[in-house]
């Protein structure tokens, strides 16, 4: 079976902090996803990777960054915390990268972190 | 672009009666389609997915789907609900002609199971 692990399973940071959630996939899968979750508003893409050391912003890239270093390991860091980064954050992986007019492949998920940003 | 709209945000149905859950979708492309199941504080699992085989598809815990591009639908179905199914639901669609990584989901439906 697929395994996507998260760090932690909650967390709570002060505003300000710099906070970093990894995540760690042990099926040798190309991409790698960050996604967050805020109820009635399902889940949104912040930033993809297809590959090691590379980066896509997705839809709400603001107030984030990524780090790919390893194929394995997929981390998404807030430089400076702030309350409305409150949320549920999950990440994804899939097994290779979409071609140009290809099909998106299933997504395996992590179980999710809750961030409580005071 | 693609975009997908879950029409009911809560579904309430007893043990053992149907299950429902509507989704629909607008894509410029031949899209692949799928149900992702949530449940409490757990990570999303896929529950099944289309990509242009069989219109019906069957998934686990025995839900299934039909696509039906005249209606632009992808209906999640169950003959009997069991309390185990009480989670929350997502359709996810997939342009495969265009799109960064290609997924957008719905909003989701809460499925609730009275005994």
């Known amino acids: 079976d697929v395994k996507v692990t998260q760090s932690s399973r909650y967390l709570v940071k002060r505003t300000g902090e710099k906070v970093f959630l990894e995540c760690v996939q042990d099926m040798d899968h190309e991409n790698m996803f960050w996604y967050r979750q805020d109820p009635g508003l399902g889940l949104r893409l912040i930033y993809f990777?297809?590959?090691?050391?590379?980066?896509e912003k997705g839809d709400i890239p603001e107030g984030y960054s990524v780090s790919r270093e390893k194929k394995e390991r997929f981390s998404l860091i807030l430089e400076s915390a702030s309350t409305n980064q409150t949320s549920m954050y999950l990440c994804a992986s899939s097994p290779r990268p979409p071609l140009a007019g290809g099909r998106a492949d299933t997504q395996y998920f992590g179980p999710g972190t809750r961030l409580t940003v005071l | 672009a693609q975009s997908v709209t879950q029409l009911d945000s809560h579904v309430s149905v007893s043990e053992g009666t149907p299950v429902l859950l509507r989704c629909n979708y607008s894509s410029s492309y031949s899209p692949s389609l799928f149900w992702y199941v949530q449940h409490p504080n757990k990570g999303l699992q896929l529950l099944l997915k289309?990509?242009?085989?069989?219109?019906l598809v069957k998934g686990i815990n025995g839900f299934e789907a039909e696509f039906k591009k005249s209606e632009t639908s992808f209906h999640l179905t169950k003959p009997s609900a069991h309390m185990s199914d009480a989670a929350e639901y997502f359709c996810?669609?997939?342009?495969?002609?265009?799109?960064?990584?290609?997924?957008?989901f719905g909003k989701g439906t809460h499925l609730i199971i009275q005994p």
């Open positions: 996810v669609v997939s342009d495969s002609g265009g799109g960064a990584d290609g997924l957008t």
């Open positions: 990777s297809y590959d090691v050391k590379m980066k």
């Open positions: 289309y990509t242009s085989a069989a219109t």
